[in-house]
């Protein structure tokens, strides 16, 4: 047995356009070593040069959250499910526009500190 | 108390009703595990996000930011827009909905029946014409007053100041809080209250895994992370998929009579994952989730009947939480 990991969309380029690919490791670092010795390149997509999970990277161990169970260091067992997935809040239109309002915010804030002196 | 001076006063105390039929069976002798719903749907608009609507712009006002007779800027869909709408016009001020031109039509007749205006952003152009538009709105605007929830304090701090402390008066043996992780406010106040009140509380996020469609086209160098969100504040997160919360939303009209939308049900499988964990560490829980909004927005979705497959296969590609 194996563990099994879905790849979002937009990773599928590394796994020659699988949606599930099966690799194997005891914690989550592990599996992510195994999985890119056949998937070359698909390792520093989630993973930052200082090893660490990339901010805007989610990914759950039989779905949960891997950032409360220890990370890269998380334990993995035969027969897990890992699910990698892109960071996404408040839905996808809140998602788009929170950027354009933050700079606005910003702004509007500016103005009323400029305004209260 | 029953009686209230106007609608806004209304907002919050709702129930917090046990689920005795969901709730997991318990060995002979073993302690309890139970199950309670608080029924955010009472509120003044049917859901939630009154609570924070309401105390972002009390907010606003308090800060001089928003002015009487001043326009709000809210680039949303759901619930916080038709709270918004609903405050906006009890309070005087003009609202101002951006949206997506594909989304449902309850939403959009919603909204103007609470008075609030619509521009339509093209759905062809996805999420950069969304942000195209809101640009482009808020450049043209100045004077409009965004209240931006993802990083709005007041926004959290309804529910430290309000959700946190009717959780903890109607149920003080609470073992874990279970919510939904959007903009994140309800889990950081909630969790922010019960955490300095309730020793060894855990804090727990149920966030919604859409269909593949909706995270297409998501580039994973350019994610987002709302401000308010500070992990140290929860103790585990979940991610449900689409067939789990149709599962639990079902379950939870059927089972206990209660009519929530598809979050609700996501966040309900995360509350009886770790329910069920208490039962096979023989311990004690009383674990209290929010009850989002109820059904009836979602109607048309068509999700409520049929096989689980046809309801997948239904909110494939939508936002359901």
């Known amino acids: ?11 599928r380029s590394y796994t020659g356009g699988a949606k599930v690919v099966e690799g194997t490791g005891d914690t989550l670092g592990d599996l992510l070593a195994d999985l890119d010795s056949r998937h070359a390149g698909l390792k520093a997509r989630l993973v930052t040069e200082a090893g660490a999970l990339h901010r805007f990277v989610n990914v759950y161990v039989n779905d949960e959250d891997v950032r409360f169970l220890g990370a890269l260091d998380a334990k993995l ?41 | ?25 318990v060995p002979d002798g073993a302690p309890p595990v139970r199950l309670w719903a608080k029924l955010e749907d009472r509120n003044p608009t049917g859901s939630i996000k009154d609570r924070a609507a309401l105390f972002m712009v009390r907010a606003a006002e308090e800060s001089g930011r928003l002015r009487p007779g001043d326009t709000i800027l809210e680039p949303t869909s759901g619930n916080t827009g038709i709270s918004l709408a609903m405050v906006a016009k009890l309070r005087g001020y003009r609202l101002v909905c951006v949206m997506p031109e594909n989304v449902s039509t309850e939403r959009v007749q919603l909204l103007r029946m609470y008075g609030a205006e619509i521009i339509f952003s093209p759905a062809a152009g996805g999420s950069n014409q969304a942000v195209a538009t809101a640009k482009l709105i808020s450049a043209e605007h100045p004077d409009w007053v965004m209240l931006y929830q993802y990083g709005n304090e007041a926004n959290a701090r309804a529910h430290y100041e309000t959700t946190g402390p009717e959780l903890l008066h109607d149920l003080p043996t609470i073992t874990h809080f279970v919510a939904g992780l959007g903009t994140t406010g309800t889990l950081m106040g909630t969790g922010r209250y019960l955490r300095e009140k309730v020793d060894g509380i855990q804090v727990v996020a149920a966030e919604p895994r859409y269909g593949e469609l909706v995270y297409g086209l998501r580039n994973i160098d350019e994610g987002y992370v709302p401000e308010l ?3 140290t504040v929860l103790s585990r997160r979940f991610s449900v998929g689409t067939r789990d919360a149709v599962l639990r939303t079902r379950q939870l009209v059927e089972v206990e009579g209660i009519f929530a939308g598809f979050s609700t049900g996501a966040i309900l499988h995360a509350a009886l994952a770790v329910a069920h964990e208490a039962v096979r560490a023989g311990q004690r829980a009383d674990v209290a989730f929010v009850v989002c909004d109820g059904g009836w927005k979602y109607l048309s979705t068509g999700a409520y009947g049929g096989t689980l497959a046809d309801a997948e296969e239904a909110l494939e590609g939508q936002l359901w939480a």
């Open chain 2, 1 to 25: 108390m029953a009686r209230y001076d106007s609608l806004l006063d209304a907002c919050g105390g709702t129930p917090l009703v046990g689920l005795p039929r969901l709730s997991p069976t």
């Open chain 2, 229 to 231: 969100y500070d992990a």
């Open chain 1, 77 to 117: 067992n035969d027969g897990d499910s890992v699910t990698i997935l892109p960071a996404v809040a408040g839905g996808a239109f809140g998602f788009a526009a929170a950027a354009a309002i933050a700079q606005h915010g910003a702004a509007t804030a500016a103005r009323s500190a400029v305004a209260a002196r």
């Open chain 1, 1 to 11: 047995m194996a563990i099994e990991v879905r790849i979002p969309t937009i990773l």
